[in-house]
């Protein structure tokens, strides 16, 4: 038996029953659907999930090959199909979003309402002469406001661009330059942790750098009242540039192609990339990943506890889960406030039934649970979960456990969702009432997704070995280019020596009696320590499968003289950062504990002890920056995504 089938979780016979893909069978069976006839497939769902206002009759255009294109002759709008259609089908009373602020107050908004609100924003927004095709950027807090934003921009063809609250004055500036964006749609203060902080002051100083004079108008939401300065010949308020705009307003038919959005997202090198997605490739995957994936239904109650400033929250709260009908929960504050049981208090408040976070969260939430039994998940109602996912990073098999054993009560399974801000959407991921489930696997691809491992050279490799992630086919989210750069597309994406296969970007491996595939951290995060290839994921779950000791670890390689690279690990405890002769005493402790999990030859080299790690907004480890920190260079790399620079400062001095 291997490794992984000792540990493997079968689907509970209740999601089985019932669920959109019931099964292996049935998996298997779309799978060699996708497999004979793979336009056809794509096309079938098209049809099946999508609705066109002039049907397309081309499926997938390979002439221009990597820049590919989807449905090309049909014609649709999104904000149509996640608004329009659901209250034609008579879900108008339903509601679609429960909205949590920050202190609590909850609103509840109908399919109707949003639709109204999401006209009348369209309306204004033409009428502040926003065309078909303009870039609007949209710096908002988790809002229903926010999702109206993006569903207005939808609705008149205007391609968004929504930066993450959390950004810089210089990244927004960045941001909206290189989009050339004509409009900001922005509110006065956002209100997160109990602290209110800017956005329309960040606005301002963005505007002032310089290089924004494509910008027309700022439009500020209300959200606090708080004091902002206003320039009444270039800002306006929401509430009254909407006021008198009708309820009502056309759709505007665009092309299958037609830019949805601009994200930006950080490459490994070089200036953030505008990642350029398509309007009907992307509403597919978006809505059929959120009815395969998380086996969305018209009950539930659906909660990604994502930022609408990521990927995750475009495709899983503002148009997966609408697309199909779904009601959801949009919540504006912080998992910490008003303690560490919120994100707990809110699904038994809400009867949460699919919930889907972060690794990063869950362990943050671990260690405040096993300080604090208050906030321990067992001390909720979670009865009403019937899925759980998990996205963003690899999720160690120790967090996996405890969140299934005291999130999911044992009877809800993990779909740990592997995909990228590229993808559009979830790309190998486990289907709840299909896929047997192994902790730390993100098991099998989407039906659909041609996803494999190969070596440098694009050949395939054998399960067991590791290799470089790709994906040997177009599929119909996937990226279209980088805004204004459609050479670092090609270069980023489909080097030549790949194949003409899609580059993710991340190391894998597929269990050799499985074929499961575990992602093995970042291409760039793969060590090579003496000739044995290791993933730092590897070292880091080891690490914190010390759940009497260890919170979260981040692994980097630095290089060493005699093995090529030496292995140099950040850990966080579970108690106060240790120092002098104690740190060494830990050290060594873990030292033992890595070399009896994985090898004496994963035995990290250093060890650094730190109250918390460099993180980006989002909570993803920015190892980068760790590995200046390993090598003892100075800091030159950009830190405007950090969250909490103060803390590069303490990892530098450690030990
Ligand atoms: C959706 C999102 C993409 C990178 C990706 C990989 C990592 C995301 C993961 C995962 C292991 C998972 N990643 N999900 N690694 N297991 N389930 O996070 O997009 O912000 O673009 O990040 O995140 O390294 O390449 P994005």
New binding site residues.
């Given amino acids: 038996m291997s490794d992984q089938e000792s540990k493997l979780y079968p689907p509970p016979a209740q999601i089985v029953a019932g669920a959109h893909v019931s099964g292996m069978a049935a998996y298997d069976k779309l799978c060699a659907e996708a497999e004979a006839d793979y336009e056809g497939f794509w096309a079938r769902l098209a049809r099946e999930l999508v609705t066109w206002k002039q049907p397309f009759t081309k499926v997938l255009n390979a002439s221009n090959a990597p820049f590919y294109k989807w449905f090309e002759d049909g014609t649709l709008n999104v904000s149509y199909n996640c608004l329009d259609r659901n209250v034609e089908r008579g879900l108008g009373d339903k509601v679609a979003i429960i909205f949590e602020a920050d202190n609590g107050q909850v609103t509840r908004v109908t399919y109707r309402e949003l639709l109204e609100r999401t006209c009348r924003l369209a309306n204004a927004l033409k009428a502040q002469g926003v065309k078909k095709g303009d870039r609007v950027v949209i710096y908002m807090p988790m809002s229903v406001e926010g999702v109206v934003a993006m569903q207005a921009c939808a609705r008149i063809g205007a391609t968004h661009s929504v930066v993450f609250g959390g950004f810089s004055a210089q990244s927004l500036r960045d941001r909206i330059q290189d989009a050339g964006a004509v409009m900001v749609l922005t509110a006065d203060e956002q209100v997160r942790g109990g602290k209110q902080l800017p956005l329309k002051a960040i606005v301002d100083e963005a505007l002032g750098l310089g290089g924004c004079e494509t910008i027309r108008k700022v439009i500020v939401y209300r959200r606090t009242g708080g004091n902002v300065a206003f320039d009444p010949a270039r800002d306006a308020w929401l509430h009254e540039v909407t006021q008198n705009q009708p309820a009502t307003c056309e759709p505007e038919w665009v092309e299958a192609e037609h830019p949805l959005f601009l994200l930006y997202?950080s490459g490994s090198t070089g200036k953030p990339k505008g990642v350029q997605h398509s309007t009907g490739g992307y509403l597919l995957h978006a809505a059929l990943t959120t009815k395969w994936t998380f086996d969305l239904k018209d009950n539930d109650i659906f909660w990604c506890t994502a930022d609408i400033g990521?990927?995750?929250g475009h495709t899983y709260i503002t148009y997966g889960p609408l697309a199909l009908g779904g009601t959801e929960i949009v919540f504006e504050g912080v998992p910490t406030f008003p303690d560490a049981g919120r994100f707990w208090r809110m699904i038994q408040d809400h009867k949460v039934t699919i919930f889907y976070t972060a690794p990063t969260a869950i362990r943050s939430l671990i260690k405040a649970a096993e300080s604090n039994e208050a906030v321990h998940p067992k001390r909720y109602d979670l009865s009403s979960l019937r899925i759980l996912g998990?996205?963003?990073?690899?999720i160690n098999p120790a967090a996996w456990e405890w969140y299934h054993a005291n999130v999911g009560g044992g009877r809800c399974p993990i779909v740990?969702?592997?995909?990228?801000?590229e993808t559009g959407g979830h790309m190998i991921t486990p289907l709840p009432g299909a896929t047997p489930l192994v902790p730390g696997s993100?098991t099998l691809p989407f039906p659909g997704i041609q996803a494999a491992i190969v070596d440098e050279t694009g050949n395939d490799v054998p399960n067991g070995q590791g290799g470089i992630l790709v994906v040997k086919k177009p599929w119909p989210s996937m990226i279209r280019t980088i805004w204004g750069d459609p050479e670092r597309f090609k270069k980023s994406y489909y080097p030549p020596e790949l194949k003409g296969y899609y580059l993710?970007?991340?190391g894998a491996i597929r269990d050799a009696r499985t074929g499961y595939f575990t992602?093995t951290g970042?291409i760039d995060d793969v060590l090579n320590v003496s000739g044995h290839r290791m993933g730092t994921m590897e070292i880091e779950s080891a690490l914190v499968s010390c759940t009497e000791l260890v919170a979260e670890a981040a692994v980097v390689g630095r290089p060493d003289d005699t093995t090529g690279e030496a292995i140099c690990a950040f850990v966080v405890l579970k108690r106060p950062r240790p120092t002098g002769e104690e740190a060494k005493k830990i050290a060594a402790e873990l030292r033992n504990w890595v070399g009896k999990e994985i090898g004496p030859i994963a035995k990290p080299k250093d060890i650094r002890f730190g109250d918390n790690l460099p993180k980006t907004r989002?909570g993803k480890i920015m190892r980068r920056l760790l590995r200046s920190i390993a090598k003892g260079e100075a800091i030159t790399q950009d830190t405007s995504t950090l969250e909490n620079p103060a803390i590069l400062e303490q990892l530098s001095q450690a030990n």
Wanted: with cysteine; net charge negative; glycine share 10%.
């Fill in positions: 997202t990521w990927v995750t998990s996205v963003g990073e690899p740990d969702t592997f995909w990228q801000t993100c993710a970007g991340d992602i970042r989002s």
